[in-house]
């Protein structure tokens, strides 16, 4: 299609990679052949079903050149999602945001850093300054740790809203989410068991818990169980609204959470059980992938 389509326009061109460097995911070579192979100012990183409306590559571009970005990362609207995923995207979207700190992003402070595989628009010299994909070669996460690689090199990134001009069928239905997720989620966690378990006991604590105990040991610190479970309840039904998917979904928090909690634990035994990490038929040896640290 990418063939046919670069005959009728000369602004596509189109690389093939017929062969896999070794200690490189295939995903992470084929970002640092289309890198290498331009010459351009501004080099854009996404996915194929990705849709962008006319201007939302001129509006990333002038943003970045207006406050001075190297790198300018965009959560992308999702379309298209059935019931059980609508359930889990609250709590996939509040994780994201408790993880990534946004706000710390946007104000230059502390070393918080993000990337977003749907849209992570980045200027040339920061790019060459970090050696394009070398430092996340065997990141499945490579969105996210390329934002972090961005921002140790001392260049400024912003985080923004995409209002609808960006939009991506992530995934249908929750189960579909839970299997995809399978590649990345264990490796944002860096691999650490530890790290997993102890994420998992904090979310049950303080997403799960506080509205069981209401129910189950209504005696035994009722207001601080309610006032734990309103500001965690508010906090889903804002996101829910955000994400125009329907307020009512964030009702069900405690359930989403779950799902997170299986996706996560999934991609954990998943990874450890097959040794390693399977993306497009290729299996990834789970001992280099630790390697690649950033």
Known sequence: ILDRLAAEDRRLRVIHVDSLPDGWLGKTNGLQQGFLATRS???????????????????GIHYMQKYDVAHLAVPPKIINAKPSLK????AFAISFFLNMRPW???????NDATGVGAFNLLRRDALQAINGLEKVRLRPDEDVKLGKAIRAAGFRQRIVDSSGLVQVEWYRTAPE?????????????????????????LVLLIFIW?????LLT?????WFNLGSSLIVFYLHLKAAAKME???????????????MLIAIL????????????????TLYLLSELRNNKI
Do not use: C
């Open 41 to 59: 100012d501004y080099l854009l990183f996404t996915d194929a079903d990705v849709h962008f409306s006319r201007d939302a590559l001129r509006r």
């Open 87 to 90: 359930i889990m995207l609250p």
């Open 104 to 110: 710390k992003i946007n104000t230059d402070t502390g």
């Open 177 to 201: 989410a839970i299997q995809g997720m399978e590649k990345n989620s264990f490796a944002f966690l860096d691999y650490s068991v530890t790290t997993v378990l102890i994420s998992v006991i």
């Open 210 to 214: 506080p509205p069981l105990a209401l």
């Open 218 to 222: 209504p005696d035994q610190g009722f």
């Open 245 to 259: 998917i329907g307020w009512y979904y964030g009702l069900l928090y405690p359930l989403g959470m779950l799902l």
């Open 266 to 281: 999934n991609s954990m035994f998943r990874t450890l059980q097959r040794k390693g990490v399977v993306w497009r038929g």
